[in-house]
Nanobody, 118 residues
Framework: VQLQASGGGLVQAGGSLRLSCAPS????????LSWYRQAPGAQRELVAR????????????RYADSVKGRFTISSDRVKNTVDLQMNNLLPEDTAVYYC????????WGQGTQVTVSS
C-alpha cells in the first residue's frame, strides 16, 4: 500500500497551501483518514482527521486546537484522495506532514515538508 502525498513547499506567513494524499487502496465510509505533522525535535501530532465523508455527509471531522478555523480536511471517494487545505499559515506550522489511512490496518505516507517563513 502506498500513500502518495504532495503539495508541500515554502510559503510566507499568512499564505496557503493544499496538501493532497492519494492512497493506493480504496477509501470507504469506514476508512479513517488523517494528517499528522512532526516538527524538528517534537513528537508527531494529529492535525486533522476525517471519516464517513466528513460533516457534510454525516461523518466526523476532528482538528487540533492549533489549526481550528485555518485548516480544512476533506476526502473524495471518487478521486480517492484526502486533502488538507491550510490557510493563514503560521511559522509554527512548519513541519513534515504525513498522511495516515486506517482500515483494519494503519498506513503512513512518506511525508511532505511544509515550511512557513515569518
Amino acid at each position: 500500500v502506498q500513500l502518495q502525498a504532495s503539495g508541500g513547499g515554502l510559503v510566507q506567513a499568512g499564505g496557503s497551501l493544499r496538501l493532497s494524499c492519494a492512497p493506493s487502496i480504496g477509501i470507504y465510509t469506514s476508512t479513517i483518514l488523517s494528517w499528522y505533522r512532526q516538527a524538528p525535535g517534537a513528537q508527531r501530532e494529529l492535525v486533522a482527521r476525517i471519516s464517513g465523508g466528513g460533516l457534510a455527509r454525516g461523518g466526523t471531522e476532528r482538528y487540533a486546537d492549533s489549526v481550528k478555523g485555518r485548516f480544512t480536511i476533506s476526502s473524495d471517494r471518487v478521486k480517492n484522495t484526502v486533502d488538507l487545505q491550510m490557510n493563514n499559515l503560521l511559522p509554527e506550522d512548519t513541519a513534515v506532514y504525513y498522511c495516515n489511512v486506517r482500515t483494519n490496518r494503519e498506513y503512513w505516507g512518506q511525508g511532505t515538508q511544509v515550511t512557513v517563513s515569518s
